[in-house]
């Protein structure tokens, strides 16, 4: 009995740190969770009498969870459900354990970035460059040599310092896109919708949004531009979690509040909400003219 609760507390000490880890490797909030309680599950059947250190243990006990369900989710093609609109959203300040595990997020852009990555490639460089693992340790998770790792790693560093290097858009800039995106959506213009979207732009739908459309998630310019094509009648720019997007309101009522990720003069993802308890929680403002 007294292992069994020195376990438990040792793996509530790790939590926030496994959730962590988690969160920057999946980029999804749920998913994250759903690694942890594995992870406890594992240790849970594991003889951990030989373990000289847990929280080196568990960390790679999660990598490995991590890594399965990236791949998982490359054989289906699947995009995360719940990828957060912004650190706000990820990180509700009414939870202090939450708090804390994601105090130092990434944010949205560093994920979208993540997100075009192999899975091999994104958890080495999680690992490696924002929790300082050793390259060796890194290769028995990811089932590569050290040089390997190390080289998925740097190939990995150099997608995200071309994304550091982006000219920063200004909020009145990033407002003259959105603007220009619901102009074309408005008029049925695809190819002004196309100008302003990044060539691989994804649209991310919660379900309740995609069941309220008719429509699921989308990648590339050509496919969100016809889907957005006359769809943006009752659309409104407004300021959502600090960012720039929209809100859909019908009949005096917001139905759909929408978030632009923009990156190097272009919209690089549109994630969508509708769930009604996901709008309660959302901080968003209409922008007048």
């Known amino acids: 009995m007294n292992e069994k609760k020195w376990l438990a507390d040792e793996f509530e000490a790790n939590r926030a740190h496994l959730r962590a880890a988690a969160y920057r490797m999946l980029g999804s909030r749920s998913e994250a969770e759903d690694a942890v309680q594995?992870?406890?599950?594992?240790?849970?059947?594991?003889?951990?009498?030989?373990v000289d250190n847990l929280g080196g243990w568990l960390t790679t006990v999660?990598?490995?969870?991590?890594?399965?369900?990236?791949?998982?989710?490359?054989?289906?093609?699947?995009?995360?459900?719940?990828?957060p609109v912004h650190a706000a959203i990820a990180d509700?300040?009414?939870?202090?354990?939450?708090?804390?595990?994601?105090?130092?997020s990434i944010g949205l852009a560093l994920l979208v970035v993540l997100q075009?990555?192999?899975?091999?490639?994104?958890?080495?460089?999680?690992?490696?460059?924002?929790?300082?693992?050793?390259?060796?340790a890194i290769a028995s998770i990811i089932g590569r040599s050290s040089a390997a790792t190390r080289q998925l790693a740097s190939r990995a560093r150099r997608r995200v310092q071309g994304m550091d290097e982006a000219p920063e858009v200004d909020l009145g800039g990033k407002r003259r896109i959105a603007e220009a995106f619901l102009t074309a959506s408005r008029n049925g213009d695809v190819e002004a919708l196309i100008a302003v979207l990044a060539p691989?732009?994804?649209?991310?739908?919660?379900?309740?949004?995609?069941r309220y459309g008719a429509f699921g998630g989308?990648?590339?310019?050509?496919?969100?531009?016809?889907?957005?094509?006359?769809?943006?009648q009752a659309a409104?720019?407004?300021?959502?979690?600090?960012e720039l997007g929209f809100v859909v309101r019908i009949a005096g009522q917001i139905r759909v509040v929408a978030a632009f990720t923009i990156a190097d003069g272009r919209i690089a993802a549109i994630d969508a909400f509708a769930d009604p308890d996901r709008l309660e929680r959302l901080d968003y403002s209409i922008l007048r003219d």
Do not use: Y
């Open 116 to 136: 075009t990555l192999a899975p091999a490639e994104r958890v080495a460089f999680v690992l490696h460059d924002m929790f300082d693992l050793p390259f060796d």
């Open 38 to 50: 594995e992870t406890w599950l594992r240790l849970n059947r594991t003889d951990t009498t030989a």
């Open 92 to 104: 509700p300040a009414k939870d202090p354990e939450r708090e804390a595990a994601f105090a130092d």
């Open 200 to 210: 691989d732009v994804v649209f991310r739908p919660d379900a309740t949004a995609a």
């Open 236 to 242: 409104q720019v407004a300021i959502v979690e600090g």
């Open 218 to 232: 989308r990648r590339g310019a050509a496919q969100v531009a016809e889907l957005f094509k006359g769809r943006a």
């Open 62 to 83: 999660i990598a490995r969870i991590c890594l399965d369900m990236l791949r998982a989710r490359k054989t289906r093609r699947e995009e995360p459900l719940e990828m």
